[in-house]
Every structure is written in C-alpha cells, then in structure tokens.
C-alpha cells in the first residue's frame, strides 16, 4: 500500500483530503500478518548524522476496526528509539515488551475496502484528528521468487566456483527482502556499527520493482532510505527512459536462493568482488 495522503477529521467527520506529493510511505503485508514492514522517505532533523527515511519490520493485522503493529525491527530514523528511556517508550506506546525488545501499536481504522484503507493518527485538537490513506498498488505478475526473504549468509567465489559460504550470526546483521508481483522492499541493520553517529550504524532500505526470469534477477528503486537513492543513481545501467537499475544472476531452490554480484569495475570498488548473498525463505 502506498499511503497518498492524510484526510481530516472533524467530529468524526472527514471534511479534506491533504495530499503532499513530494512524501512517500509505503506499507507491505503478508494475509496472515506474519510479515510486516513499512518506510518512507522523511527527511531527518538538521545536524542528524541520518540523512532521510525510517521504517518498521515486524507483524501487522486488521480486526475489530483496529490495525496493530507489532514492530519487532526499527530502521533508519526510527532505529534510535530503544535508546530512549524504557519509561518513555511504555508512555508512548500501547505494549512495550523489554526482553523480546518489542513495541506494539493499535490505530483505529476508518474504513477499509479491497483496495485501500485509512488508520486514524494519535491525538485530537478541537474535534480534530487526522487519518493515513493508504491505496494498494499496482500488482504485476507472480513469479517463483515471491516471499518473504532472509539473509543468511554470503557465498564466496573463486573463477566463477563457489568455494565457502559465510554464515551470519543475527546478533550482527539483519537483512529482509520482500518480493511480491512485481514490487520490492527491503532493509539491512548491521549491529557491528555501534557508533550512533554514523550513518550507516541506521542501516538502509529501499522501496521498487523487480522482474525474474530465467535465473535473472533486475531491480529499480521508486525511493530509498541514507544512501541507498545516491548509490543506485550512480549505478552504470540504465533503461531506456534513463533509470538506474541492477541485475544478478539467482539460483533459487525451494526455500533459499542466492543472488550474485555482478563483476563489474564499479561493484569490485564498492568491495562486493566476487560474492553471493544467499537467503532463505520465511514466508
């Protein structure tokens, strides 16, 4: 779903819709909530070592009028608030588990139809109270990568053989990968970073399409989250109307697949070199 704009509410009335074109947030749900993850692209406070975008990954569901996230994973700006004090977080939210480092929130929902629906924000002044409207997009084709991807480790190659696959401890990186008819979205946390004013200690994200076929893998970015927009404006290939994309060759299995760097100058520098991401499924 991406969210178009905000109506207001006065008495439980709505009397405007506000859109504001230059805002994007986009939310992703699994049918059975399971899986869950949003962001967008707000701009960061002035003198913030982050740049732009925040987002959630955990669970979400609709029933009773009510949508409740349950957000197990903050990313960009959002990546600071366990850093507040635990006394503040349960001021502020509905449910805040300490040892699972979870925090659950509940929004009535106003109305909700196949193709869209709108969550009420927090607070009322005089009556009045705003509301997120959200639309589903535009879905293509399934296509046998769909799912709920994680990462689990890194292929090393040596004359285009595999010789060792890395695996990755999730105390020091989280990387999810959604794919679902065409639309793509993503986050990484590397919890080595522990210095908080770096940039990169709020990992990244994106928001975009893909296609697969035949064991080929082609990303393009609508918008991303710190560097994420720079690096792919920077990248060598581009379509025809001039827009940045990426391609990887896949060896995809039942439940994992892996994607491969492609070897080109321009990634070796970035110090991918010759190097798989390898992911398993889990939804």
């Known amino acids: 779903y991406d969210r178009l ?22 939310k992703f749900f699994t049918d059975d909530g399971s899986q869950h993850m949003w962001i967008n692209n707000s701009k960061a406070p002035d003198g913030s070592p982050w740049i732009s975008g925040e987002g ?35 001021k502020y939210w509905h449910e805040v588990d300490v ?14 139809d196949e193709n869209s629906f709108s969550q009420l924000s927090p607070g009322s002044q005089d009556g009045r109270r705003l509301s997120e409207y959200y639309e589903k997009v535009e879905e293509g084709e399934k296509t046998d990568l769909d799912g ?27 990387q999810v990968k959604f794919y679902h008819k065409g639309r793509l979205m993503f986050f990484t946390r590397d919890y080595s970073i522990e210095d908080t004013d770096l940039g990169s200690w709020y990992g990244i994200g994106m928001y975009g399409t893909f296609s697969y076929k035949d064991g080929r893998l082609t990303e393009q970015m609508d918008y991303g989250l710190y560097g994420n927009e720079q690096w792919f404006k920077n990248l060598p290939d581009k379509d025809e ?39 398993e499924r889990i939804k």
């Not at 009335?13 to 994007?24: E, Q, S």
């Not at 090393?156 to 890395?166: F, M, Q, R």
């Open 148 to 174: 709920v991807w994680l990462r689990k480790g890194t292929i090393n190659y040596v004359n285009n053989v595999a010789v060792d696959t890395v695996f990755i401890e999730s105390t020091d990186l989280l």
């Open 56 to 90: 959630v990954y955990g669970e979400a569901f609709i029933e009773n009028n009510t949508i409740t996230e349950i957000v197990k994973e903050n990313f960009g700006g959002r990546a600071p608030i366990f850093l507040a004090p635990m006394d503040t977080l349960k």
């Open 241 to 279: 109307s001039g827009k940045p994309f990426i391609s990887f060759n896949v060896n995809l299995d039942e439940n994992s697949y892996s994607q491969s760097w492609p070897q080109d100058e321009i990634y070796s520098e970035l110090g991918f070199g010759a190097t798989a991401e390898y992911y």
């Open 99 to 112: 040892d699972k480092r979870t925090l659950t929130w509940k929004a009535p929902v106003v109305y909700e």
């Open 5 to 26: 704009g905000t109506v207001e509410f006065v008495n439980d009335i709505p009397v405007d819709t506000i859109l504001n074109p230059n805002f994007r947030q986009t």
